[in-house]
């Protein structure tokens, strides 16, 4: 028996490695798919894809846990946004499942998406930067 540790893979790792290497989504936003938006002038649309909580699927061993993430979609336009969250969740639901160089997804499952306008993100006409959030549980192993 092995006394190395087996970490669990990192799904912001994962996902957002996943989303600049998509083409539909490279379309649209390049590769502007951060983890933490960059300080400094933005450059629109773009994506921004967090961790905001995880529930472990196994604990003894701790081989896989399901990461709820939010997905972010920022617009030049509201319907930029649209366009680019409906993509986002096409290509996650039908290929991110399987193996990634940073570890494996087996489960893909979307919670919900909002239109919220970004207030601290202001717009060219100076109102809220149109946004598309949405929830999705990525089970994650290595």
Known sequence: MSDA?????DAEVIVSSFLRATPEVAAIVGSRVYTALPAGDLTFPLLRVSRIGSLPIASRPLWAEAVDLQV???GGPKAVARTLLDTVRAAMAQRLRGRHP???VAAVAFRGASYVP???VPSDT???RPRYVATVAV???P
Do not use: S
């Open 5 to 9: 540790l087996v970490l669990l893979p």
């Open 126 to 128: 100076g109102r809220p």
């Open 72 to 74: 972010e979609a920022y």
């Open 102 to 104: 940073a570890g494996a």
């Open 118 to 120: 970004d207030a601290d």
């Open 139 to 141: 089970t994650v192993h």
